[in-house]
């Protein structure tokens, strides 16, 4: 399996970048999805692919948010069968669990290539994060966010705004 450093797409891009609940909550492990959140997301891409030209997803599993938007992604896939699924990795680590049968990755997750942007090897964990983030606002056309408090997902976010991204903001004001 060979990731992709950049990729091309005959539509147009979706990303998704967010809150990890188990912060917001003050909880240390767990997944509580926020009732009705999958539903958003799912109307929001929807939308996206019927009426914007979306099809590429671009995803993770860095918290809560970002593992139900892959979730939702999955799904939809199975109704539009054109959309690509490109799976974005942060550090090294995420690119080992991708390699084995046991991997928790390969076992649950689906997607059609993965991408490891450059500069996510040269630095710590969270630095890969960021690197990431960029890389995503960089590469993308919509993100659909949800940011329950300012972070450093709310930060990208109002980054890719400057440089024109749509941001579609799922979390109430």
């Known amino acids: 399996m060979v990731g ?4 091309t797409s005959v539509g147009k891009t979706c990303a998704f970048l967010g809150n990890d609940y188990d912060k917001i909550l003050g909880m ?3 997944h509580r999805t ?7 997301i799912r109307e929001q891409a929807v939308n996206l692919i019927e009426n914007e030209d979306v099809d ?20 939809l896939q199975k109704e539009y069968p054109h959309i690509r699924i490109i799976f974005v990795i942060s550090n090294i680590t995420d690119l080992h669990e991708m390699g084995g049968d046991s991997s928790y ?3 649950r997750r689906g997607f059609d ?11 710590y964990k969270r ?3 960021v690197y990431r983030n960029r890389y995503i606002i960089e590469n993308t056309d919509f993100i659909i966010a949800y940011n329950k ?3 450093k997902a709310y930060e990208f976010c109002k980054s890719a705004k400057a440089k024109g991204v749509k941001v579609i903001e799922l979390a109430e004001s």
Do not use: S
């Open 149 to 151: 408090r300012k972070g």
């Open 127 to 129: 630095l890969g994060i």
């Open 105 to 107: 990755v390969a076992q």
């Open 4 to 7: 992709l450093i950049g990729f």
């Open 28 to 30: 240390k492990c767990g």
């Open 56 to 75: 590429t997803f671009l995803v993770g599993e860095k918290g809560g948010y970002e593992v139900d938007a892959y979730d939702v992604v999955l799904e």
């Open 113 to 123: 290539d993965f991408i490891y942007p450059p500069k996510c090897e040269l630095g």
């Open 34 to 40: 926020p009732p009705g959140l999958k539903a958003q």
